[in-house]
């Protein structure tokens, strides 16, 4: 009995070790195994950082390559743009000249606009000593600012009560809307062209300013002169009516007293008067 008990605990112990031993062997195995995809997998990583590095000195080249000739196309095209504007700068007479004569008309902002670009081209001939083609944009320049001028100073008109077809006899059937209340468009371009000669030219703004006080005090003083001379041209008229009327008059009386009939009165008085006269005479005769 002893003996069968026994040999059971074996057959146990040994089905045990030779699980434990089938669970050791299926271990290695799958070390095994794990070892030999982790060298597979190490050499496939190999390869490809291998791969890698020759791609990377095949791309480094071609990328410096890449961003050099992007540097030389940007410059290009700088270079293209530099000189679009210097053509633009040699031609700016020939395709301003007419804008620029014309004058404003109704809009003054392209009118400063091309101005703009018209002293951008001086600007640029002043630097690069160009005398010819700066002399030509500066005869047109001085043209586009008396235009400017003339306008500002329309503009301005508009805003004075008294105007040069204004004067002291119309000054009361002028109509109120014309010699008043500008539009506010009107304002915003006097502002226009204030911020533009600020910018551009500021001592002309004075001489501007200047220039029209000048010419609104003339005004005023020719308005008053004319005010004048019609008043003493009024006061020649009733002085040389009044005469008029005070000669008529005394002429008229000394007609009527030259064919009223005389009283024995005065007939008598002067008969006394002349012999009394004549008396004098003779004495004054003897006396002698």
């Known amino acids: ?35 030999e ?21 095949l791309i480094v080249p071609v990328y410096d390559s890449t961003n050099t000739l992007q540097i030389k196309h940007s410059n290009l095209q700088k270079a293209v743009v530099q000189l679009d504007n210097i053509l633009e700068y040699y031609d700016a007479v020939k395709n301003l000249s007419l804008v620029i004569q014309a004058g404003p008309g109704q809009n003054i902002n ?17 630097i690069n000593k160009n005398k010819s083609q700066k002399s030509e944009n500066e005869d047109l320049w001085v043209k586009g600012k008396m235009n400017v001028d003339r306008e500002f100073e329309s503009y301005l008109n ?9 004067t002291s006899d119309n000054l009361d059937q002028a109509d109120s809307g014309k010699l008043y209340g500008p539009k506010e468009n009107d304002l915003n371009q006097m502002k226009n062209i204030m911020e533009w000669f600020k910018k551009t030219e500021p001592t002309h703004l004075d001489k501007l300013y200047e220039k029209i006080i000048n010419n609104r005090s003339q005004l005023i003083l020719d308005n008053l002169k004319n005010i004048k001379g019609k008043a003493n041209s009024l006061n020649n008229s009733a002085n040389s009516a009044a005469y008029n009327s005070s000669h008529s008059n005394s002429s008229q009386f000394s007609k009527r007293n030259s064919l009223a009939p005389q009283s024995p009165g005065s007939n008598l008085n002067n008969s006394i008067g002349d012999n009394t006269d004549s008396k004098r005479t003779t004495l004054r005769s003897r006396l002698t």
């Open 1 to 35: 009995m002893v003996y069968e008990d026994t040999y059971r605990l074996r057959q146990i112990n040994d089905l045990k070790i030779q699980q434990d031993l089938n669970s050791i062997n299926l271990m290695k195995k799958c070390l095994d195994e794990s070892k």
């Open 110 to 126: 392209t009118y400063l606009n091309q101005m703009d670009k018209l002293r951008s081209a001086i600007q640029y001939f002043t």
């Open 158 to 166: 508009k805003f004075n009560v008294i105007t040069a077809n204004v």
């Open 37 to 57: 995809q982790t060298n597979k997998m190490t050499c496939l990583l190999d390869g490809i950082e291998i791969r890698l590095s020759g791609l990377h000195d």
